[in-house]
């Protein structure tokens, strides 16, 4: 029996005849001799297949192999330094499941597409390397993250994604039709849920999708997204910072750690990530709206910080920002207000630097009943749909505190990308839905 094994294992194989499935990504051919190049999802083969070594019908469909066939592959292994991933196989035989017609020819070529057209092809794009690369650090982050809260004493429960109200402000609410003409809501954040759930376990953490009709069309907005939320009882917006702080900083570890081949394949500049370092920069708010200011922004205290402005602020530092103390006028109906200054409110948003932007959100949250419900009615947010969380204020409140974190803008920053578009699967995006 010949071994299947995946490219990933090739060194473990020289001089061993193996077996490998895959797709063919691209081949060069001569008259004599023919480079067939096989990925499978691990990384790219070099196969050799020479005319005067095989049988004359194999080399000759060989030679006739279009891009994206599936193919399995058998040979024998060999190190070559020149290859793509350090191995080349001998090709002893080769057999197709399904050749791509030359009449529809796989529509991904090596030459340049617009953007437009691969994310109309984005079911394919993702087998390209760049696209491989990225969803690879991605995956790395999530598990840096899981890996994280999991070691550090927090429970993951997860939260519901059709909800009864708004969390995040109602402007960026997508509804749906629940039984009985009752509307439902998808979920903007996990908090209010987890707020109940820290209450039980102490300390917790929720990750999944979020939802947010933002008619944004910018580099860093999705309308459906991956957010972790992590939920303290007896914490406060310190507690927040360093967490946060010692989340990023373990995740840039791990990235660097685990996805140098993905970085280098991404072109990233890895002495940027290398710099992301505790402790990060500290900042009020009122200090960023001078700085700003300063910088030649149009800014006055009380208005929210635009994507240009995340970038200004970042702009002389290696390392992300934390600002805190924003106003309470802009700010969701549950932060908690500064004891000796109530016009601000006790939160903070990590902004990336390299211009990424906003990367956390979060801060310490009401845990008086009254000044909760004075909050509701003025949010014009339904009393009814908040009973449960008032609960909360009533049965052994505590001072409590979370964050949560975008994980595609994370995984943005990590990869140095353009936009968000690529750090997701299948981006769902104000103007676009499919594939
Ligand atoms: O600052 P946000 O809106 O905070 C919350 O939702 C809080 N309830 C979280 C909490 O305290 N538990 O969002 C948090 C993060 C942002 O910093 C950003 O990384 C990401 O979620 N985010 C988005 N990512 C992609 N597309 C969007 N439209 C995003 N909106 C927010
Ligand atoms: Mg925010």
């Not at 090739?10 to 061993?16: F, R, Y």
């Not at 009985?180 to 039980?200: C, F, R, V």
Request: with cysteine.
């Amino acid at each position: 029996m010949i071994p299947r094994i995946t490219i990933a294992q090739a060194g473990q194989h020289i001089g061993e005849m193996v077996e490998i499935a895959g797709w063919l990504y691209n081949i060069r051919r001569s008259g004599k001799i023919a480079f067939p190049i096989l990925r499978d999802g691990y990384g790219l083969m070099q196969c050799v297949a020479v005319k005067s070594a095989l049988p004359k019908e194999l080399f000759e469909s060989i030679k006739n192999l279009t891009q994206e066939s599936s193919i399995i592959v058998t040979g024998k292994i060999r190190a070559e330094q020149r290859a793509p991933g350090g191995y080349e196989m001998d090709l002893e035989s080769l057999q197709v499941l399904q050749r791509v017609p030359e009449s529809d020819p796989y529509p991904i070529t090596p030459k340049d597409h617009g953007t437009d057209f691969l994310m109309d092809h984005r079911h394919l794009w993702l087998r390209s390397q760049r696209q491989h690369a990225i969803i690879r650090v991605r995956h790395e982050v999530i598990k840096a993250v899981r890996d994280y809260f999991d070691s550090h004493g927090f429970t993951l429960v997860d939260t519901p994604i059709f909800t009864p109200a708004a969390c995040e402000g109602t402007t960026t609410l997508f509804e749906v039709d629940y039984f009985d003409d009752e509307k439902a809501y998808l979920t903007q954040s996990g908090q209010l849920y987890n707020e109940a759930t820290a209450m039980a376990f102490g300390k917790v953490y929720c990750f999944g999708p979020t939802f947010r009709a933002e008619k944004s069309k910018t580099r860093r907005h999705l309308t459906e997204f991956w957010m972790v939320e992590p939920e303290m009882a007896y914490a406060t917006l310190e507690d927040v910072k360093r967490v946060a702080e010692e989340l990023i900083v373990f995740i840039v570890g791990r990235v660097l750690e685990n996805r140098q081949e993905e970085l280098k394949r991404l072109e990233r500049d890895t002495s940027k990530l290398e710099a992301i370092q505790a402790p990060f920069g500290r900042m009020s708010y009122d200090d960023a709206v001078k700085l700003l200011q300063a910088k030649g922004s149009e800014i006055q205290w009380g208005g929210d910080f635009g994507g240009t402005d995340e970038t200004m602020i970042t702009a002389d530092q290696q390392r992300p920002v934390m600002v805190d103390r924003f106003p309470t006028s802009i700010k969701a109906f549950y932060f908690e207000p500064d004891a000796e200054r109530p016009e601000v409110v006790l939160g903070v948003d990590i902004l990336a630097p390299e211009g990424y932007g906003e990367i956390i959100g979060g801060g310490q949250r009401i845990h008086d009943a009254e000044l909760l419900l004075q909050r509701i009615e003025a949010h014009k947010l339904p009393k009814e749909a908040f009973d449960w969380y008032i609960d909360l204020r009533k049965y052994g409140s505590v001072p409590h505190a979370g964050f949560g974190m975008g994980i595609e803008r994370c995984v943005s920053w990590m990869c140095g990308l353009e936009h968000i578009r690529e750090t997701i699967a299948f981006p769902r995006m104000l103007n676009r839905l499919r594939p």
